[in-house]
């Protein structure tokens, strides 16, 4: 066991990308430094859902110095909504400054089918819980309204542009999971304003906040939420499906980073 700055020995990443569930193909394209297991790293708790890897690997992607996490532990888990804080913590030490979340959702909006990319501009915390309870600071009062950076979502759009993939914006509702939603949650999801679901990622963007890290999330949709199509919903489609988006998501975050951040 050692702490993350330790085993990065010197290596000091700029950008930490979180990959979600079957998108951990991304990793592929990095020039690894160090590739470090979950299990070797103090407070990386492992995540025990398949298609998650459970490995660190820093190095160089598009010439950027990038931390990968490839896998998440998910509240569902254990009921802990602040399960990512020490890994989030982790990267911090380490240097990171942004960060880049995943995830894999369930699209409301029927002009966004199954293998498209949402650019994650709000979100909507329908867990009922916060990774931030308990913390006694006043730093737990943690402005959202700004959550996403604006400057890393216009380069996602201007990469959009030049690679021509469409790149849909919207709003994201973490429900906690680990069961789907029903037809009747996706009625009120859509009602209240949202146009995809997931059981991840609100959590790790408040903690990321919290840590004054700056922020851009992703999902790729892999497949239309509950009661849209008749078809029951499954972690196989979601592990299925997601490498499709995935490929997209994969230029998308590498055109990002050839161009630098201010
Ligand atoms: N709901 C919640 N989480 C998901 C879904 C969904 O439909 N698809 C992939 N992750």
Known sequence: MTTLPSALNGFVPETALVLGSGLGSLV???DAVHRIDYDDL???P???VSGHAGELVAGHLSDQRVVVMSGRVH???HGDAAAMRAPLEALKAAGVRRIIL???AGSIDSDMPPGSVMQIEDHINFSGSNPLIGEPSD???VGLTNAYDEAICSAFAEA????SITLHKGVYMWFSGPCFETPAEIKMARLMGADAVGMSTVPEVILSRFLGLDVAALSVITNFAAGMTGDELSHQETKDMAPKGGERLAKLIATVLEKGFA
Do not use: K
Not at 160 to 163: F, I, K, M, S, Y
């Open 28 to 30: 592929e394209a990095v």
């Open 42 to 44: 103090d407070g990386f």
């Open 46 to 48: 492992p995540s025990g």
């Open 75 to 77: 509240y569902y888990e």
């Open 102 to 104: 995943t995830n894999s």
């Open 139 to 141: 730093a737990r009062f």
């Open 160 to 163: 959009a542009d030049e690679l």
